[in-house]
């Protein structure tokens, strides 16, 4: 079967940096996304990987490792607006994708 | 570019109506549109997936006499929540594929549904 999995909650201080885990099997991949969720709202979009690597883009990166079927996002100067719903999805042989849960990310002062 | 649009943001109806949702792509062509539904502090699960000009592919376990999916243009869906129910209620949101662009969906910003 396909699953995606990440944690359910993390909690991280306002300044400091936070990693996020996804592991995913799926039918065929790819590429996998990261995407933002603020309560009430629909996912924007944060990071698209299809190669072993790590992409940088401002305060966030994301890494893939496509034989582990791994991939993390990184926030550094974590701030509080950054305080929401990160959801890892994979995107199968069927151009589909695969969701994970999320990981609600708190971020105390 | 690439922005979608979705009318109504918000809806309450009772128990028993129907509730029609719009999903429009505003600066490109659609061929494809997909229908998400999400309950409180669960992930995105995927209703239908709809293809312009033809009937909308479903998930298992989601009744496609209930939810009635028409894309008839490359640029408008829309979801009809049939004879809802208070376990109707949900935030639905769709997203939008470009022709050419496999890879990329385009949310819209979603429709919070109240079944009273």
């Known amino acids: 079967g396909q699953n995606i999995d990440q944690p359910t909650e993390m909690t991280a201080t306002e300044g400091a940096i936070v990693q996020i885990n996804c592991t995913y099997q799926?039918?065929?991949?790819?590429?996998l996304f990261w995407y933002q969720q603020h309560a009430g709202e629909a996912p924007t979009f944060l990071s698209y990987n299809v190669l072993d690597g790590l992409e940088e883009k401002g305060r966030f990166s994301s890494f893939l490792s496509r034989s582990k079927g791994y991939s993390y996002l990184l926030l550094k100067e974590l701030q509080m607006k950054d305080s929401a719903s990160y959801l890892c999805?994979?995107?199968?042989?069927?151009?589909?994708?695969?969701w994970g849960a999320g990981t609600k990310l708190i971020i105390k002062p | 570019g690439a922005v979608v649009s979705q009318h109504p943001s918000w809806v309450i109806c009772k128990s028993g109506t129907s509730v029609k949702i719009e999903c429009r792509s505003l600066?490109?062509?659609?061929?494809?549109m997909f229908w998400y539904r999400q309950f409180p502090k669960q992930s995105l699960m995927l209703m239908a997936t709809s293809n312009e000009g033809s009937k909308a592919t479903y998930e298992q376990g989601v009744e496609k006499d209930k939810f009635l999916i028409n894309h008839a243009s490359l640029t408008l869906s829309t979801l009809t929540v049939t004879s809802a129910h208070p376990e109707d209620s949900s935030f639905y949101i769709c997203?939008?594929?470009?022709?050419?662009?496999?890879?990329?969906?385009?949310f819209g910003p979603g429709t919070r549904l109240t079944v009273t």
């Open positions: 997203s939008a594929r470009m022709e050419r662009e496999y890879y990329e969906q385009y």
């Open positions: 600066d490109f062509q659609a061929t494809t």
């Open positions: 999805a994979a995107l199968d042989s069927n151009y589909q994708l695969i």
């Open positions: 799926t039918s065929g991949f790819n590429g």
